[in-house]
């Protein structure tokens, strides 16, 4: 069991990390805008997200065992540590850093390591999903804030009951991204603790059936939380009152078009949903909820007509994507080589 | 929660809205008073100045009330600090009108006949000048694109009553109907007085257009 929760911790690290920085995106504006309480807003960010990453967890969590299916606890301990350490690394040096980035990258360097074949099929359609996410979620937030402009402003609600609508709007919205976050981002916290997992399924009944992948989910549902209650009060403060200068509307439209992105990426349901009428549909793909937010922001900022849009801030994102999943391929690839010659421990079945 | 909120909301909409009822009644009565006085009907005047002494004190318990409740229920946390500001600039409008109608009841001052249609005149557009902002205070509220529609309106009138202003201190300074110079200079002071209704009107408007410029999302 120690050996077990030793081995998990480094995902269970990266888990805090996630909840520490990406409830800020659902909840940022509105906590920093004091629109909600930061107790409130994480309650429902922790019960949303949890429920988000057990239920719906699974779909993205697939395609990133479809790039590497790393089949050692060791082996899972490191790519993620190796993650990890890239986030942290990259958020001190001040980069806009995606946990997916930092996984994808971790899991190829272990693929290296292994010399097993990288799924190229999945590498591309999750580069592909980085590119498309952010200007999705800006195409998104254009259509929304005219929408939700248009609606303001021909309803002739006071300013009063506009707040409280808002209110209650910024709490739905946030319910509904935290469960998106869960069920999107999971898949970066466990994906690879998913071949090695060592839980057993829970039957209880016939109507209760809990997977092993459920449970680890579940785990790291419960890190997430712990980092969105113990650290994520600062990052909301410093994204509410201090990077994007959103009204409490904007705000909803931002957190709406980028839940709804990660929610396009990560749903089961709709994927077999739009198959079945035999439509395109989106794959099913962890993508960063900071970038999706970003690209909300800039789409609001088009919207408004081009007025005060950060190019710089389109590329530092792009050397993101570039230097995040490089950067953490190299550590992965050092860390599992220690791991393997020093510490003697297997971290790929020969 | 939600049932909570709407409580609480309804309860200030109403309190904001009786508010700003009472700021456009103040200059109703304020252009009612001022047309008693020039009319010589001096127990209306009298009425109309106590009316108005009610109404500021309402008014100020009023805004005291609205202020308390807007952090108590820690409502509308992005533009608190420009309504508040906005009620406060628009008690200057109820205490601008309340102290003039108080000293023209104290002074008393002989306004010569052939100008007391004029300072009716003026009083009537100051008093428009009010009634614009009210409709620009409450369209801040509730239809936040036509405020400037309103504000522009304000600015006309409050340009009209200065113009109508500078004709009546030329008319006090180059007749010969009010012999002394200290006369002059008292009906002087009143116009000024009542032009300045409108004056304080047009601040509170230019603030307000800043406020709907935030305001807008």
């Known amino acids: 069991m120690i050996q077990i929760l030793f081995f998990l911790s480094s995902g269970l690290f990266l888990g805090w990390s996630l909840g520490a920085n990406d409830a800020a995106n659902i909840f940022g504006t509105a906590v920093g805008t004091k629109m909600i309480s930061f107790k409130n807003a994480a309650i429902i960010c922790s019960v949303f997200l949890i429920i988000g990453a057990v239920i719906s967890g699974a779909g993205a969590s697939h395609t990133l065992g479809k790039l590497g299916a790393i089949d050692t606890l060791a082996g899972a301990f490191i790519v993620a540590l190796a993650a990890a350490i890239t986030v942290l690394w990259m958020t001190k040096a001040g980069l806009p850093v995606s946990t997916s980035q930092a996984v994808v990258g971790a899991i190829i360097g272990w693929n290296f390591f292994a010399k097993t074949a990288t799924g190229y099929g999945s590498l591309t359609k999750i580069v592909g999903t980085w590119v498309f996410s952010p200007i999705i979620a800006a195409a998104l937030a254009f259509v929304l804030f005219h929408l939700v402009k248009r609606f303001v402003e021909n309803s002739k609600i006071h300013l009063l009951r506009l707040d409280s609508m808002t209110r209650i709007a910024l709490l739905i919205v946030g319910a509904f991204g935290s469960y998106s976050l869960g069920a999107n981002n999971i898949g970066n916290v466990m994906g690879v603790f998913i071949k090695s997992s060592p839980f057993q399924n829970i039957v209880i009944s016939d109507l209760i059936h809990i997977s092993s992948i459920q449970q680890l989910f579940f785990l790291g549902g419960i890190a997430i939380a712990i980092g969105v209650f113990t650290y994520s009060k600062k990052v909301m403060m410093t994204v509410g009152s201090g990077i994007f200068k959103l009204s409490p509307i904007a705000a909803f439209v931002v957190v709406l078009a980028s839940s709804i992105v990660l929610f396009l990426f990560a749903s089961q349901g709709l994927k077999h949903l739009l198959t079945s009428y035999g439509l395109p549909s989106f794959p099913l793909v962890p993508v960063s909820s900071s970038q999706a937010v970003v690209g909300s922001v800039m789409g609001i900022s088009l919207a408004k007509g081009g007025r005060n849009m950060n190019f710089r801030i389109l590329g530092r994102i792009s050397i993101g994507w570039v230097a995040t999943p490089i950067a953490s391929a190299i550590i992965s690839y050092i860390a599992l080589f220690f791991m393997q010659n020093v510490f003697m421990q297997d971290t790929f079945i020969r | 929660m939600t049932k909570i909120f709407n409580n609480k909301t309804k309860e200030l909409v109403k ?100 100008l007391r249609e004029n300072f009716i005149e003026l009083a009537e557009f100051s008093y428009k000048a009010v009634d614009e902002l009210i409709m620009a205070v409450k369209a801040f509220f509730r239809e936040i694109n036509s405020v400037d529609e309103h504000v522009n309106q304000v600015l006309f009138f409050e340009h009209e009553a200065d113009n109508i202003e500078e004709s009546i201190k030329r008319k006090i300074f180059q007749t010969d109907k009010i012999p002394r ?14 032009a300045l209704v409108s004056d304080v009107a047009e601040s509170v408007a230019e603030r307000l257009s800043i406020y709907a410029i935030k305001r807008r999302i």
């Open chain 2, 15 to 114: 309190n904001i809205d009786c508010y700003i009822e009472n700021v456009s009644n103040s200059g109703l009565i304020f252009y009612n008073g001022i047309k008693a006085y020039m009319n010589n009907d001096i127990e209306k005047f009298e009425l109309e100045c106590q009316r108005i002494s009610i109404l500021e004190t309402e008014a100020d318990d009023m805004r005291r009330d609205i202020k308390h409740k807007l952090y108590r229920y820690m409502l509308i946390p992005d533009s608190r600090g420009d309504v508040l500001g906005l009620l406060e600039t628009l008690d200057g409008v109820v205490d601008t009108a309340e102290k003039i109608l108080e000293q023209l009841s104290i002074e008393t001052p002989l306004i010569p006949d052939f």
């Open chain 2, 181 to 194: 110079f200290s006369k002059k200079l008292h009906t002087k002071y009143f116009v000024e007085k009542i």
